[in-house]
């Protein structure tokens, strides 16, 4: 629980700041390029506005990708806490996929079932909420199945590699 929670300590600080310099190059986006758009870059004959723009949507994008990539190392640690809260033991097998698939449809029952009910009392605002929230958690534990299901096939090829290395060594003594 240790490394999580310097993983959590190292990768949030980080998340922020790429966070805030998204929102710093989207601003000089928003103003700067309206300034300078009636000057023409000589030589290449391109609006200085246009060029300004997409210089800030790159370093944009780079930064994003730099606080997505924190993000989902976060978020497998956020998803280990939730399913542990959850009440879901901490096994990587088939039966726990099975078992994560069969809460999603009982999230999807239950919704279904809820949702008429507060239609009747003009409970829309609770409504929305509980639909969102049910979304949350299905899409919460579609990835831990991902998580599970990807597991499960990488030990399988790890496995079969090998498998397949020990032939090639058998034949290499062989011969």
Known sequence: ?????????RRFPRIIMNL????IFWIISVVVPPTVGSITVPGINANLGFLVLIVTVLIMAIFLIRALSDAL?????LVD??????GIKE?????????DFVYIISIILVVTAVSPMLAIVNA??????????????IIL????????????????AELLADRLAK??????SSE
Not at 81 to 86: D, P, Q, S, T
């Open 141 to 156: 534990l579609i990835y831990d199945i991902g998580r599970i299901l990807y597991k499960i096939i990488e030990q399988k």
């Open 81 to 86: 806490i939730v399913v542990r809260r959850l």
């Open 73 to 77: 190392v976060l978020g497998d640690i």
């Open 20 to 23: 805030v310099m998204v929102f």
């Open 167 to 172: 032939m090639g060594e058998k034949t290499e």
């Open 1 to 9: 629980m240790k490394a999580k929670s310097e993983e959590i300590r």
């Open 124 to 137: 829309d605002l609770l409504n929305v909420a509980i639909t969102y929230i049910a979304l949350g958690l």
């Open 91 to 99: 096994e990587r097998s088939p039966k726990r996929a099975a078992r």
